[in-house]
């Protein structure tokens, strides 16, 4: 669905370019309605599905309607608005560019510089209108394909590469804007350009920059690319955070960054292990570096060399991942998430366990069946159970064997919180039902 909304909106921005002149009315309503439906669709795919989504998509189509009656006033609503959007992508694409905040009064040059240019440009209205329009729509079609291995990745890391989607809505609204004057100037006497070849020249640019833009942004969500570019988040949050407790510094800084997004967007043994390599290299460059550059106080020197240890340790975490998978069969054709789940539960977890030490001992298969032991106070006893989830969320259900009046269940959930870190939480119930537990295991490692 994702891709078929994107294609449709270009091939409908194609088609508002050459007949939205004819059929005026009606083209400003759609040139509202689709691409609002469109981007209201993708950001609820980004955060997962919203209630409100639904109302927005209702009163989008309430205004369409109004947009249909109301062409002439809401043609210049209309046009100031989307002079106001293309202006916005324009400031913050430079501030993305040059790595700066956006300040408060720009937003009241945005208003003024979108108000003056709406009253130059009155007497062209309709034409603009059609040109932004159809631009418009095609450019968020065009960045919406070459966008969605970033949105994967969450929301924030998406914002650090904004300038994508500018520079391609940007382009392909002037593209279209610049289409309608030469069309119509075609029609003239002695024109600059054939109608033909505007068609040939306008429509051979949009299809290059449509093709640049869907493909560049990949580059940008390869394994490699995004652990260089979450290592290097990761070195600047460290520095930043090196007065604060070095406890919390690794999730927090995971947090910022948007480490488990990224993460859970890698779908195969052999991008993990780039992806694992590749942030490794990074940590260790930062923890050189960072050890080599100047340090303010005893305070901070202290508080950075923790940092750094838990930096080494998530490094060598990372590693023991890439050995993993390295040792690990040839993947079948078909893509078989439990493996690479079973090379996360397989190994000894424990935790308190009320007064006592819970242990457990994981043994997972690829079929999503599990043996193992459990362990408390001395008392061994075997488990079998199954798995399932992805490589961020697993649901665990664990058994003992029931012959011991004690014997019980386990319903666990391990969930990611770093490179190779993850938590396990969960309960357990003896089958008599007189004795429940609740606990929060980790890996153990040796």
Wanted: charged share 20%.
């Amino acid at each position: 669905m994702y891709y078929i909304i994107a294609l449709l909106l270009i091939f409908c921005g194609a088609g508002m370019a050459i007949y939205g002149t004819k059929k005026y009315n009606i083209s400003l309503a759609l040139s509202f309605v689709i691409p609002n439906l469109a981007i209201l669709y993708y950001i609820n795919d980004i955060i997962g599905g919203s209630e409100h989504i639904t109302k927005a998509y209702l009163g989008v189509l309430v205004l369409g309607v109004l947009v249909l009656l109301l062409a002439k006033i809401f043609t210049y609503i209309y046009t100031w608005w989307t002079i106001t959007g293309v202006l916005i992508l324009l400031f913050a694409t430079f501030h993305t560019i040059i790595d700066s905040e956006f300040q408060s009064f720009e937003v009241w040059v945005i208003i003024v510089l979108a108000t003056v240019i709406l009253i130059l440009i009155r007497k062209t209205i309709k034409q603009l209108v059609i040109g932004l329009s159809s631009g418009y729509m095609v450019g968020i079609g065009v960045a919406a394909i070459g966008m969605k291995n970033i949105f994967a990745l969450g929301w924030s890391y998406a914002m650090d590469a904004i300038y994508y989607p500018s520079m391609s809505i940007l382009l392909l609204t002037f593209l279209g804007i610049a289409y309608q004057f030469y069309l119509s100037d075609s029609e003239k006497e002695n024109p600059k350009l054939s109608k033909k070849e505007v068609n040939m020249y306008f429509g051979g640019g949009a299809a290059l920059l449509a093709i640049l833009f869907s493909i560049l942004p990949m580059f940008k969500s390869l394994p490699s690319n995004n652990a260089k570019e979450l290592a290097q988040g990761y070195c600047e949050c460290m520095q930043s955070l090196t007065n604060e407790n070095p406890n919390e510094f690794g999730n927090e800084c995971k947090d910022r960054i948007g480490f488990t997004n990224a993460v859970s967007s890698i779908s195969s043994i052999e991008d993990i292990s780039k992806f694992t390599e590749s942030f490794s290299n990074e940590m260790m460059k930062c923890m050189q570096e960072t050890s080599n550059g100047a340090i303010e106080s005893t305070t901070q020197t202290e508080s950075l060399q923790d940092n750094l240890k838990e930096l080494e340790k998530a490094t060598k975490e990372l590693k023991g991942v890439t050995e993993k998978l390295e040792e690990s069969p040839e993947v079948e054709d078909e893509y078989n998430p439990n493996a690479d789940i079973a090379l996360i539960l397989n190994d000894k977890w424990s935790g308190k366990f009320g007064e006592k030490t819970l242990t457990l001992e994981i043994n997972a298969n690829e079929d999503g069946t599990i043996a193992g032991f459990s362990e408390v106070g001395g008392n061994k006893r075997p488990i079998t159970g199954t798995f399932s989830g992805d490589l961020l969320s697993m649901d665990l259900v664990l058994a003992e064997p029931g012959d011991d009046k004690w014997d019980g269940i386990f319903e666990m959930e391990v969930t990611q919180m770093g490179a190779y870190n993850y938590e396990m939480i969960g309960n357990w119930k003896s089958n008599n039902g007189k004795i429940t537990r609740e606990f929060e295991l980790e890996r153990v490692i040796d």
